[in-house]
């Protein structure tokens, strides 16, 4: 059908329609009443909640270290992470470099990630994310270039940057600030603990999909 | 065999069975998971007043949104299709297919793809169609549909799953849930990033960027929408909201009252296709706008039902869902909803026995995020069959015998004089367990209390002499 034909279509229904009364301006968003104050210990808290792992670090080099030790406890060899310039610690890509592990970065001419099939294996994805939601325990992150979607999605293991404040208090917070966030990448995506499953028998299952262990690593202040 | 027809047949055949009761059992768990979550939530009346205000704004404005949202989704370099009905979608999707060599197809859980039997039409031309959702999976493999919106496999126990893995993915027998879910995984993984197209559904669709939004707590809807090259995405034309924070609010309350989660594992967010620069993501973006019945729903008195988020809340409450299994309802949407939405969009017709699938005791209302009235709508759809003379059985004729009685006081006196006598005769403690002829309709499914043995009118008369 054409898309005249089918809105008319929709126009003359909604004109016969018995719905309950319809609000005239667009109702929008709502913003729960949270507190500020707090959120960093209510976010960690929830990301254990929903079964994240959670690390706290004072400093970049911290930080780097941390994620060193973490590679090695998931005895990685090799890892996807995004580009430098969009990793909230600082020279954490020369650091990693300097180790004997293979990077996998974006690859061909257009900065297209080589075939696929070849990281159905990966172990380990590393990304930045743009927010934390303390309310829910959620990560947001904005796919683009430098950004692969995959790094958060194939690997066992994801490991995601956060700077502390960068935390607000909810998903309605931090859409209240970022209105054109969904118009602004190809692909936004919000994160809540490891990907999960409960189809058999409502038996709790981590990563059937996604990365079966989640860590954050927030940048404190 | 004989298939059963009617919702009664199919609800035998429910009621009692190993399935029933497994569903039954994790539809009561799901319920207890929703109202705790909402029990923590402070703002969560206030969110479902809000959700409600937002999708029959929606409904309301559909027209001006989906002109808007098709737009959007073009000016981000995706191409729309308005199709009217099943066949309309199903061509389309083809097409493209054929025209970008697809052979393998990926899925992630979707009611509306189902609702146009979506799968075995592709089938047909000789696509290679995999539902990746774990439960899809499963009922995909043993060839069997789903029984509940939200947990599409809830009615099979783990021992089910491990012999149709064993015999279908030739692996030794084990019911260890984590280890079936480590073979679905492996073998799952190699099949997405070897499959040329991604369908999905959409749980939202926005209509000021012209994005889609979708939610799954395993991450396979990211991997559809992400890995393949093309990316086509299915959405009942109702499903529309106008701006990101409306959104916000929808899924607030569609992770709380489905699983009661916070908020769903992955909520994905999509705007057309890759772009330049972009590392990953699809070259193509279609999205297919759905009518197939629901302009004349939208037109008719049952329109509020298309304010349904799916969380499927109203089934984990319902006792009739509970007893019956999802089975019962013969569609891809059972529950409390799908009594409304089945008839509403297939017609009276054919469906007329599924209004009167509920008691009507309210607790879909309850426990509804969206505040649908479904006792409301149901009774509705229920005048609507008798008036157009679907009704149950006999029911015209004896309604007709009762306003004959009821308005004539003699006869009344003498009938309600007779049926007290005759309740005497067969009833039980106070009960009557079974009724000859047409009266056997009520008495094989619940007992029927005795009248009470002098009527109401001579009680009253004899308090009147004595004071
Ligand atoms: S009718 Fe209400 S409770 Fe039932 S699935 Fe739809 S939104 Fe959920």
């Excluded at chain 2, 493209?96 to 189902?114: D, G, H, L, P, Y």
């Excluded at chain 2, 899924?251 to 699983?259: I, M, W």
């Excluded at chain 2, 017609?347 to 599924?354: F, K, R």
Aim: charged letters at 25%; proline letters at 6%; one cysteine or more.
């Amino acid at each position: 059908m054409n898309r005249e034909d089918f809105l008319e279509r929709v126009r003359s229904a909604i004109k016969v329609s018995e719905l309950p009364p319809i609000p005239e301006a667009p109702p929008g968003g709502l913003v729960p009443d949270l507190p500020r104050a707090g959120v960093t210990e209510r976010f960690l808290e929830q990301v254990e909640a929903v079964d994240g792992h959670t690390h706290l670090v004072g400093s970049d080099d911290e930080a780097v270290h941390l994620i060193g030790v973490l590679l090695e406890q998931y005895g990685a060899t090799d890892y996807l992470a995004w580009a430098p310039d969009h990793l909230p610690v600082a020279g954490l890509a020369e650091r990693l470099r300097a180790t004997p592990l293979d990077a996998v970065v974006p690859g061909d001419a257009e900065g297209r990630l080589e075939h696929q099939t070849g990281y159905t294996d990966l172990l380990v994805g590393i990304t930045g994310a743009s927010a934390g939601l303390a309310e829910s325990g959620s990560i947001v992150l904005e796919a683009g270039p430098g950004r692969p979607r995959m790094a958060s999605l194939i690997p066992l293991v994801h490991i995601a940057l956060l700077r502390e404040r960068d935390i607000t208090q909810s998903l309605s917070h931090w859409i209240a600030d970022h209105a054109e966030a969904a118009a602004d990448t190809s692909n936004l995506f919000i994160i809540t603990g490891p990907s999960r499953t409960a189809d058999i028998e409502q038996t709790l299952n981590l990563g059937v999909h996604g990365p079966k262990h989640l860590h954050v690593v927030v940048l404190g202040g | 065999m004989n298939v059963p027809v009617t919702f009664v047949e199919r609800a035998h055949r429910g009621i009692g069975n190993r399935s029933t009761a497994a569903g039954e059992v994790g539809a009561r768990r799901m319920m207890s998971h929703r109202i705790a979550a909402s029990a923590d939530y402070p703002a969560m009346e206030e969110m479902r007043d809000q959700a409600r205000r937002i999708r029959l704004y929606a409904l309301g404005h559909l027209d001006e949104l989906l002109a808007r949202f098709s737009d959007e989704v073009e000016g981000a370099g995706g191409h729309v299709h308005f199709a009217a009905d099943a066949d309309e979608a199903i061509a389309y999707i083809r097409k493209v297919a054929e025209e970008t060599n697809v052979r393998r197809i990926v899925k992630s859980k979707s009611m509306v793809t189902e609702e146009i039997h979506l799968n075995a039409a592709l089938e047909a031309h000789d696509l290679e169609v995999v539902e990746t959702d774990l439960g899809e999976f499963i009922i995909q493999l043993s060839g069997d549909t789903p029984s509940h919106i939200i947990a599409p496999v809830m009615h099979k126990t783990r021992q089910d799953v491990g012999e149709l893995f064993s015999e279908k993915l030739g692996i030794e027998y084990t019911d260890d849930p984590t280890e079936l879910n480590n073979v679905a995984r492996h073998h799952l993984r190699e099949i997405f990033l070897s499959a040329d197209m991604g369908i999905s559904g959409c749980n939202v669709a926005i209509a000021e960027s012209g994005s889609i939004v979708l939610v799954t707590n395993e991450g396979n809807g990211r991997l559809t929408t992400s890995a393949p090259r093309i990316h086509v995405a299915v959405m009942g034309m109702e499903r529309i909201v106008p701006t990101l924070s409306d959104a916000a609010v929808i899924l607030e309350v569609l992770a709380r009252s489905a699983t009661g989660q916070r908020l769903s594992v992955y909520t994905n967010i999509v705007t057309g296709a890759r772009r330049p620069g972009d590392p990953d993501g699809p070259e193509e973006f279609h999205v297919v706008i759905l009518d197939n019945g629901r302009s004349r729903v939208l037109a008719g008195d049952a329109a509020e039902v298309l304010a349904c988020i799916r969380c499927g809340a109203c089934l984990n409450v319902c006792p009739v869902y509970r007893e019956a299994g999802g089975h019962a309802y013969g569609f891809t949407y059972s529950g409390p909803i799908g009594a409304v939405i089945t008839p509403s969009l297939m017609g009276l017709a054919e469906w007329h026995d599924l209004p009167y699938a509920s008691s009507l005791c309210g607790a879909c209302l309850d426990a509804c995020p969206v505040r649908i009235d479904l006792p409301g709508l149901l009774l509705k759809l229920r005048r609507d069959a008798v008036s157009e003379g679907l009704g149950p059985d006999g029911l015209e004729g004896a309604l007709k015998w009762f306003t004959r009685l009821a308005t004539n006081p003699g006869m009344w006196r003498g009938a309600t004089r007779a049926g007290g006598w005759s309740a005497k005769l067969i009833a039980r403690q106070g009960w009557i367990k079974s009724l000859p002829g047409r009266g056997s309709a009520w008495t094989d499914y619940r007992d029927l209390p005795a009248p009470a043995a002098k009527p109401f009118h001579a009680r009253w008369k004899e308090r009147q002499r004595e004071s």
